[in-house]
Nanobody, 120 residues
Framework: QVQLVESGGGLVQPGGSLRLSCAAS??????????MRWCRQVPGKEREFVAR????????MYGDSAEGRFTISRDDAKNTLYLEINRLKPEDTGVYSC???????????WGQGTQVTVSS
């Protein structure tokens, strides 16, 4: 059974840092072969793309709001996707979810999300 479990969220003061984790299990083969993304959901708004890491090459792409302060990475040996966020701002608040899929596949998998709240 495929499962994605996020962790690492919490209440952080503006200017702080967080590293979110997404533990993947149940996938056939290495997670390096998956396209994996982080997205953010804020109540009343559509889910927003934050960052993506490509299958194979591990090239990365970021949403407009994430450029410069967010870093997506993964540890293939630990089957874990990460999102490091620096210089946190109140507008970074939301539920961060990870997503994984194979290129060309019909099925996309999502985790339950982890809440990040940036407030003083």
């Amino acid at each position: 059974q495929v499962q994605l479990v996020e962790s690492g969220g919490g209440l952080v003061q503006p200017g702080g840092s967080l590293r979110l984790s997404c533990a993947a299990s149940g996938f056939t083969g290495r997670i390096k072969n998956l396209i994996m993304r982080w997205c953010r959901q804020v109540p009343g708004k559509e889910r927003e793309f934050v960052a993506r890491i490509e299958s194979g090459s591990d090239s990365t792409m970021y949403g407009d709001s994430a450029e410069g302060r967010f870093t997506i990475s993964r540890d293939d040996a630990k089957n874990t996707l990460y999102l490091e966020i620096n210089r946190l701002k109140p507008e970074d608040t939301g539920v961060y979810s990870c997503n994984a899929y194979r290129r060309g596949a019909m099925t996309s998998y999502w985790g339950q999300g982890t809440q990040v709240t940036v407030s003083s």
